[in-house]
């Protein structure tokens, strides 16, 4: 008997509405069923977030840290000019049309700064002035927050000196905000994610240089659905749930009578697949071994 040989099968979006839509007894009909549907999926892929661990959308980030400077992007944040040979790590640059400023953390390349997050909102073209340098270049785009605002957690995190990697715990609201000094300069030992919409990442003790780096695993939200021919980010074991869960939600809409079932076989589905997406590592069991002495 022949095979397919093939392990390619995925759904578009639009796949996923029909098949949610069948599950309730109903057909596609309106361009507002199709908008209807995307919109519950939306709200799907958010309570997700919510749920729990989701092992692939965990992004491995590093950002290198500036003499000085304690509070970073809870992600990835660069800014796109002209030049950036003539700035000065941890210098404040300030916007010559919409004065936002912000301060260099790293420059990634002759064209882009990595920076901490901009108090006011850089304008695209305008020039940008370097508070120390006194350098002057032009913004060639507009500041991009998403990688940052798609930030959900931070799981772990280390400090990498001298090609050595130092475990950094994370320290809780209360705990930050009791340390007497956030000033002092050293090894950074703790940090604290400040989880606002767009997260930031506050570390202690403050840096003292410019080459170490900041190397963490953070979740991250999942991609919305947008376009109906778009797939989804989500790998194949979750297909399942997605579909159920999908068929739920619109069922709230469309077939109040079908919701208990509905609802049951989501969170069925969700359990299986969530179960089997978690991380693994080798558990030994060793024995205590004593030796009773005689009497």
Known sequence: MTTSASTNFE??????????????????????????????L???????????????????????MATGIR????????????????FTIAETITGGTSGATCQVTSKPSTTSMAITLPTGTFSNGETLTGATSGATTTLSAAVDLSDVQSTIDILSAVLRRDNTDFSIPRVSRDDY????????????????LNRLITPELKVW???????????????TRIQDADTFTNTMEVPFRFYPCLAAGLAYYLSLKLAPDRTSGLKALYEEEFITAATEDRDRASFTIQPSISYARPV
Do not use: H
């Open 71 to 86: 509070v970073y992007p809870g992600g990835t944040l660069t800014m796109t000019v002209a030049a950036s040979g003539s």
């Open 42 to 64: 939306n709200l799907l892929l958010a309570e997700w977030a919510n749920r729990g661990l989701n092992q692939w959308t965990i992004r491995q980030t590093s950002i290198t």
């Open 11 to 40: 759904l578009d979006v639009a796949d996923y509405i029909e098949e949610a839509f069948e599950r309730c007894g109903k057909t596609v009909r309106t361009g507002y069923d199709l908008k209807t549907a995307k919109r519950s």
């Open 177 to 192: 905000l009791t340390i007497p000094n956030k000033t002092s300069s050293g090894r950074i030992d703790q940090f604290f």
């Open 205 to 219: 003790p403050t840096p003292d240089n410019d080459t170490d780096v900041l190397i963490f695993n953070r979740l």
